[in-house]
């Protein structure tokens, strides 16, 4: 499975020069954790960490020494020297013992000198302490090749202590199942449960940049599927700011999904089956990847899950569902932007399926009117939301189980070509830069009728056509305030 591409990058021969640079000055050293998994895996290694024998102080000497730049500014009471070569930054870990006690994260105190086989042991699973010589030979003393081998991910030791001494472990856990498919040992689930309590001690902060990764991993849908079955999503986390703490629900918003009956008329899949399959669906990027998470939550909520007719219904999920989503965003802390785009997309995701399903019904009105309504600048704001919109509908679409995505996929493209000749300020307008000038003191009068003109789509949005149109306006508002 082995690919040696990676050896031909510069990222890597700058590592087996730091590797080689400790060796000749007398010390252990060897790559170490993620970069080795990903190469046994046949991927290539965006980085690459380094673990040596030496102690900090031999570490920066011996690498300054050989002409390398480090800085020892942060890491260094942890034993980790951050060192400079062309572009890159490695990390060099000394070999070290951890010590965890009432922190769910952080260790109360760690020492050196300690052993190649203590270091691995404080590693988290053992297809990450694997380490590579620099000959390419393989140190393994957890069994971690025969784990990348089965698909398996496992903790280094019992799972419930390991848990217990960083619950962020239990996070990682569910992110390299999105990131390597694999599925997880039952001994390393069954330490889970146990520890789930310690989550209230992790910051937000983590918590987020962990379930991001999860988001825009491959296997999105079993990360995910990880983090709710595990419970990880009904805990809290904590955020600190000025001093005081406060808790925050992870996702346990999730929660009624599972197992959520849906009209079998429209969907082959419960509520979160559907929830996973259109998030895997959409393409890897976090704006989509939370719409498509969050673009049903409001379904089965009270006052939303209904009756008619002996069939299921859930009228209003998309607007219950955009005020669950845009809760969910602020506790996270992103930003209005970001708020705003994902819970715009929850909230008109069933408007596409409405405009697919009617045809006759006027798409360039509906945009028209989104330009007015919503929270866009200019047309490239709307623009890509309607690309985002498109891509969300078709793997709703898909994810219902729906075999011919065609028509969706035609009206998305449709859409999306609607919205390009759609200006939203006048600054989208493409007039001659002297017609602002010419049309004055009129300016704002006549740029707005433009606009509104051409989103009505009454008239071109060309040099000519504007330049025509707005002298004319001009014209007729002069005559009207001298018969005033
Ligand atoms: P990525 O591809 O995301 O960089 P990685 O496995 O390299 O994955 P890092 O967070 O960069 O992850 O950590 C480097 C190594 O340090 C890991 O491979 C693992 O051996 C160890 N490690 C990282 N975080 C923990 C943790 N919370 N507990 C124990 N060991 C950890
Ligand atoms: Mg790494």
Redesign the pocket.
Known sequence: MECKAYRETEVYQGAILVLRTLQQAGHEAYI????V??IQMGRIP??Y?IVTSALPEHTIHSLRESGFTTTNVVGLSFGVVVVRWKDYEYEVASYRNEQYGEDSHRPVSVDFPSTFLADVQ???FTI??LAMMVDGDIRDEVQGLQDIQKGILRTIGDSKKRFQE?A??MF?LCRFVGQLGFTIDSDTWAGVAPNLYRVQGLSLERVRTEIE?MLLSDHVALALDALVRSHLHEQCCQQTTGGTSRRIPILPELTHLVDLPQAPEYHVHDGWNHTLAVVQQVPPNLVLRWAALLHDVGKGMDGVRGFHKGRITDYNHDRVGAIMARQILERFGYGKDFVNLVVWLVERHMRFHFYVANASADLRKWIHKETGESQFRETADLVLAMEYLAALGVADVAGSGTKDIGPSQVYGERMVRIAKSMPVHTKDLQYHRTLPKTVAPYTKEVMTTLLERVQRGDLDNTPEALQEAGIAKYHRLMKKEHKE
């Not at 170490?32 to 970069?35: I, Q, R, T």
């Open positions: 170490v954790g993620g970069a998994r990903d965006h980085d960490d404080r590693r988290d990450n302490g960083d962020l472990r990682r990764k």
